[in-house]
T-cell receptor, first 112, second 112 residues
């Protein structure tokens, strides 16, 4: 079983929709949670970074962490065609040092 | 500009040859990483380094080698022992334990 599970999609939505992306994990030691956006043939770009449980909002993006359920989410409001990319979750904990464990990534397409 | 520079962007290698991928960062980050990305498999950790002159194997280190002689540089050598070297290679760095990692734009290696 993988430490981090993420539905690879693909996910296709119309422009303006609210998008929900999710990851589950099994390692209770994870405390730092990240979301990355990766355009085709480019390196991943850090979108959101949260520590422990709770919500964090940045513009149209909201990240949620529920440590009791070992579940994290990324919401994208008013989605745009430019949001079309692969979204990867990543996490780490003090016991794992500085290394990150990534989900497989979800491929999102926002249709105009 | 601050960031992570990977070179070259595209690299072709003949079977049986070693090749070295360059990664340089000017972010003053302590930790650096090498990941390999294949379609449908997400990011897999090859090697990582938390300080100069020290590095650890990741999940798929066989057939690869690294060095960390300077804080700014973390080159990756893909040796002839690596059985399936054709892939997209990503270098990343992070400032501290648990901090989000920042990625370069990747090197696409093709063995011909």
């Amino acid at each position: 079983q993988k430490e981090v599970e993420q539905d690879p999609g693909p996910l296709s939505v119309p422009e303006g929709a609210i998008v929900s992306l999710n990851c589950t994990y099994s390692n209770s030691a994870f405390q730092y949670f990240m979301w990355y956006r990766q355009y085709s043939r480019k390196g991943p770009e850090l979108l959101m970074y949260t520590y422990s449980s709770g919500n964090k909002e940045d513009g149209r993006f909201t990240a949620q962490v529920d440590k009791s359920s070992k579940y994290i989410s990324l919401f994208i409001r008013d989605s745009q065609p430019s949001d079309s990319a692969t979204y990867l979750c990543a996490m780490s904990g003090e016991t794992s040092g500085s290394r990150l464990t990534f989900g497989e990534g979800t491929q999102l397409t926002v249709n105009p | 500009d601050g960031g992570i520079t990977q070179s070259p962007k595209y690299l072709f290698r003949k079977e049986g040859q070693n090749v070295t991928l360059s990664c340089e960062q000017n972010l003053n980050h302590d930790a650096m990483y090498w990941y390999r990305q294949d379609p449908g498999q997400g990011l897999r950790l090859i090697y990582y380094s938390q300080i100069v002159n020290d590095f650890q194997k990741g999940d798929i280190a066989e057939g690869y080698s690294v060095s960390r002689e300077k804080k700014e540089s973390f080159p990756l050598t893909v040796t002839s022992a690596q059985k399936n070297p054709t892939a997209f290679y990503l270098c990343a760095s992070s400032p501290e334990l648990g901090g989000g990692a920042f990625f370069g734009q990747g090197t696409r290696l093709t063995v011909v």
